[in-house]
């Protein structure tokens, strides 16, 4: 099916997504060294020979971001070096994303830093899910394969056969979103208005939509900590509203995320593998497998085709 030049590589952020993208092409993942120096320095080292190969490197920008990020530069260093033709990265959760304006003086702009680097270093494609803005696109100029996680969330929800939903936009900034999946469930949406005192704190103040006996599906690119989430629950069934469903994309779950989501009012966490989380997690919580997706991309990108063809809004 594809060429002998084909090879996929995993960083250390997610090897079972990448076992799975090379499960689903009927390719074996790649022999890669990857380890620390004492002083925390990255080494890689490819065991197979990579020159004039089509090399995809598997890597979320997970916690710990930093170092994820950092060993993405220097396997994408490696392979340049060892002569492959073209170097792909997938990055199925791209960090520093909630940085892609200058929301007040003196801030940086870290995603376009990041994209920078990133081709700077060397990297020849980026295939991406659910950016966070999806107007990072426009800080590469190389192609990017921006991807969406939203036709796996909406075909489960509509497996459920949940009644009376209502899609909950958590921010002004989902509600394009929240409308895609209220329009793919046949529903009505929700917005909730909200103030930020601080990182990772909400406040909800008002709620556009009426929620009263409805069952809410809050949608969102990411969950991080959860304090938004479940702050967004408590307003919900302050207003009348049935337990609710939480989908996200992206599950960082950072600190005590976990716990705050095993909340009595969340029927069901739905989320995807576009970061490896815990096996220890509570039967609430429903991991999606985006790894078809990817693999059918990376088919798409070596053999020709149309990507949008994947998804049901084909302007993705």
Do not use: W
């Amino acid at each position: 099916m594809f060429s002998d030049k084909l090879r996929i590589f995993s960083g250390s952020s997610n090897p079972k997504l990448a076992a799975q993208i090379c499960e689903n092409l009927g390719v074996q993942l790649g022999k890669i060294k990857l380890s620390r120096f004492k002083s925390g320095e990255i080494y890689v080292h490819y065991e197979e020979t990579i020159r004039n190969c089509d090399v995809f490197l598997v890597q979320s920008f997970s916690h710990p971001i930093n170092d994820h990020f950092v060993e993405l530069l220097v396997m994408i260093d490696a392979a340049k070096r060892a002569s492959a033709r073209t170097v792909n990265i997938i990055v199925p959760y791209y960090g520093y994303a909630r940085q892609e304006r200058k929301a007040a003086p003196r801030e940086p702009i870290s995603a376009k830093m990041l994209a920078d680097v990133l081709t700077t270093v060397g990297a020849n494609r980026v295939i991406t899910i659910d950016l966070h803005a999806p107007a990072i696109q426009g800080f590469f100029n190389i192609p990017v394969d921006h991807l969406t996680g939203l036709d796996l969330i909406s075909d489960h929800l509509k497996s459920k056969n949940i009644k009376n939903p209502v899609v909950v936009s958590p921010d002004a900034g989902r509600a394009s979103t929240a409308e895609k999946l209220a329009n793919y469930l046949d529903a009505p949406f929700a917005i909730m208005i909200k103030k930020r005192p601080a990182h990772n704190e909400s406040v909800i103040t008002h709620v556009i939509g009426d929620v009263t006996g409805q069952t809410p599906i809050i949608i969102e690119d990411l969950i991080d900590t959860g304090t938004t989430i479940v702050n967004v629950v408590e307003g919900l069934k302050e207003r009348g509203a049935e337990d609710v469903y939480v989908c996200a994309t992206h599950p960082l779950f950072s600190g005590p995320a976990l716990q705050r989501l095993d909340h009595p009012n969340i029927k069901e966490v739905i989320v995807t593998d576009t970061i490896a989380l815990p096996e220890d997690h509570s039967d609430r919580f429903t991991i999606l497998s985006v790894a078809p997706i990817l693999a059918e991309t990376t088919r798409i990108i070596l053999e020709g085709g149309s990507i949008s063809t994947l998804f049901k809004n084909a302007g993705i």
